[in-house]
């Protein structure tokens, strides 16, 4: 799936898409949550079957098994919330959240295998949600020790995150169809009613 391609998750009654704007699985874990923090907030993820899709999306392994546990994955997006958020808003994560990010990236280490032939890592496949997350963390803690956050950003309109991967540096919306149009349309009708 190409990124900002939307994908087919069940919406259960809310009326906007989720696409694929992050550019890095941990991004895109974080905005499984749309217009966090509104009264448009929604969670994709609160349907096991969007769980499903979003990890096949990503070509991440989840669990086969009918009943998963989701609570470890929610406790998970929780904390990279409280983490990736403030370094996109320039701000520092809580020396807290950092250390628990830590421990939790401590043991998705320990899931990584070599694959014999090939002599590549790969993530075999997970029993729990816990064992699901452990390249989102991994992703997560790469971000996070960057000596460079300048190109994790956020939408100013909807804040969701993104890592801005444009040659010059200047991306400013989640995304151009969605955010950016609403934007300009906002200033363009701001500059022509008076």
């Known amino acids: 799936m190409r990124r900002m391609d939307a994908l087919n998750l069940n919406p259960d009654g809310y009326g906007g898409t989720y696409k694929l704007i992050g550019g890095r699985p941990s991004l895109d874990f974080v905005n499984t949550i749309s217009w966090p923090e509104t009264e448009r907030e929604h ?8 769980v499903r899709r979003w990890f096949a999306a990503m070509d991440l392994p989840f669990p086969r098994g ?6 470890p994955l929610y406790k998970a997006r929780q904390l990279l919330t409280r983490v990736l958020r403030p370094l996109a808003h320039d701000t520092p994560a809580s020396d807290a959240a950092i250390a628990e990010l830590s421990r ?4 998705a280490y320990q899931l990584r295998e070599i694959e014999p032939r090939t002599l590549a890592w790969h993530w075999p496949e997970p029993s729990s949600a816990s064992e699901a997350l452990a390249p989102i963390l991994l992703d997560a803690a790469e971000l996070v020790t960057a000596a460079d956050h ?16 444009t040659r010059n540096g200047q991306r400013r919306w989640c995304d151009m169809a969605d955010c ?15």
């Open 43 to 50: 969670d994709w993820l609160a349907l096991p079957e969007n």
């Open 104 to 107: 939790m990236v401590a043991k």
């Open 66 to 71: 009918k009943a998963v546990d989701l609570a």
């Open 150 to 165: 300048e190109r994790l950003r956020y939408c100013p309109s909807c804040d969701w995150l993104f890592e801005d991967q």
């Open 180 to 194: 950016g149009s609403r934007d300009k349309a906002r200033r363009y009708y701001q500059r022509t009613k008076g």
